[in-house]
């Protein structure tokens, strides 16, 4: 049934709310292959960093050049094509380029299995990051366009179960592949290239990519929900000098700008609390390694199930606690945020000072309880005050913040094992710096947005949306 416009709509906005929405059946199996892909996607992260001790090794690296490759290896690609590939999300049907980005990311990973040296490996994360780089913005674009308004904190805390999944399934199997790869000689002489054991795990689990990249092209492209009288992103006169600004997003960045009181507190928070979020779970094996004696296998048969639990425990409460906010006040998404770094901010500390893995582990647990919660909360929040005809690059610039300043978390921690704290046996040390001085800071500026937030989502909703 179409949506009544209210008195004082604009017509392009009235013909946007008349348009009807598409079958909830078509929704849901594009919302099942983005599941899919996503948890490819962040399993192939996870196991990575579980093979973090082995690459150091390996490749006889400092924690400085660990934590590199951990993080920013994977981003620096993301600086140059994030934008530009979330431009294509906005001009072009958006199963085509999801489906790209999923291939490019499995062909690449399994090359990562091949790599004979540091440098080659890095190049390989480089690309990795270049890959699954359209995802988000792809995906939330998508999702937008096929659920009510109404549905998205409940289809966002959905697809939150493919990153849930996929760290506990790349903790466990990581940890498992490891203990069989044991069994395999060190080195195994492959043509002319020398592969270490480990490095079989990346090229195994680049392959199921390709499946999700198929998927992709079963999926009934929705038609995006512009007002009919939006003008077009790029003019089709346009000069191909305008034609190559478009694909930067600077018109994205004007738009956020205008907005900025709302926007940069909420980019601000999510880049720092990104520092701590993404760069502890880098550094989870060899801080349970170094400091308690724990193998790889020992600490995902614990850390797996626990994670899942924890996760999942996030995601349901998240949900029901946002949702109860969001019936009492229109900034209830930042707010209920706001409240849940606070959560986060106490258990990040806690981690590296407990005096047992069990506990430490707890502790990990509980900051991806708090992690989970707010999460949906956060995507839906951009969703909701973002500019439909350039939602996919507003949600790329906002993405880039938690890509970018969480690929860089790994080496901020590794930089201050190295140059802070000196001793690779105290990487306890490092991790609570870090938790200690980015995640207040975090804090802070979620509770900073909680009022501008709900004055925007205000305006909108006089304007009809």
Request: net charge neutral; glycine share 10%.
């Amino acid at each position: 049934m179409a949506i009544a416009s209210t008195p004082g709509t604009p017509s392009g906005q009235k013909a946007t709310l008349d348009m009807p929405w598409p079958s909830e059946r078509a929704g849901s199996w594009a919302l099942f292959v983005i599941i899919f892909a996503t948890f490819l996607n962040f399993f192939d992260v996870t196991v990575f960093a579980m093979l973090a001790e082995r690459i150091k090794h390996s490749f006889e690296l400092s924690d400085s050049a660990l934590g590199f490759v951990l993080g920013p290896a994977s981003v620096v690609a993301f600086v140059f094509v994030g934008i530009p590939l979330s431009r294509l999300v906005d001009l072009y049907p958006r199963k085509y380029v999801l489906s790209g980005s999923i291939a490019v990311l499995g062909a690449i990973t399994a090359l990562g299995g091949i790599a004979q040296s540091f440098t080659q490996l890095v190049g390989s994360r480089l690309f990795v990051g270049a890959g699954g780089a359209a995802n988000g913005p792809g995906s939330y674009s998508m999702m937008a366009d096929y659920f009510r308004p109404m549905r998205i904190p409940l289809v966002f805390a959905l697809m939150q179960l493919s990153y849930i999944a996929a760290n506990a399934a790349g903790t466990w199997g990581g940890g498992f592949l490891l203990g069989f790869t044991d069994s395999l000689p060190e080195r195994t002489q492959f043509l002319s290239l020398t592969i270490f054991n480990w490095q079989w795990i990346l090229i195994g689990i680049g392959v199921p990519c390709l499946i999700a990249a198929l998927l992709f092209l079963t999926v009934k492209e929705p038609k995006r929900r512009n007002p009919p009288d939006a003008a077009p992103l790029i003019p089709d006169d346009a000069t191909f000098g305008q034609k190559l600004l478009g694909f930067t997003g600077l018109d994205a960045l004007k738009a956020i700008n205008v907005r900025g009181a709302v926007y940069w507190p909420l980019f601000a928070a999510l880049a720092m609390s990104a520092i701590e979020s993404q760069g502890l779970p880098a550094w989870r094996v060899p801080f349970l390694s170094r400091t308690f004696g724990w193998n790889e296998a020992e600490i995902g048969n614990f850390l797996a199930p626990v994670l899942l639990v924890a996760s999942l425990s996030g995601l349901v409460l998240g949900n029901i606690f946002v949702t109860w906010m969001n019936k009492r006040h229109k900034d209830g998404n930042i707010r209920a945020t706001a409240y849940i770094f606070t959560g986060t901010t106490i258990f990040a500390i806690g981690a590296p000072l407990m005096p047992s893995a069990e506990l430490a582990i707890a502790c990990m647990a509980m900051t991806s309880l708090f992690g989970l919660a707010g999460a949906p909360a956060q995507n839906a929040a951009i969703q909701r005050i973002a500019p439909n005809e350039m939602r996919g690059q507003v949600t790329a610039l906002y993405l880039f913040m938690y890509t970018f300043f969480g690929a860089m978390g790994s080496w901020v921690i590794g930089t201050v094992s190295d140059v802070i704290v000196g001793d690779p046996a105290k990487l306890w040390e490092a991790l609570l710096i870090v938790a200690a001085v980015f995640m207040p800071i975090a804090t802070f500026f979620m509770y900073r947005a909680i009022k501008p937030y709900g004055e925007e989502v205000a305006r909108l909703e006089a304007l009809g949306r």
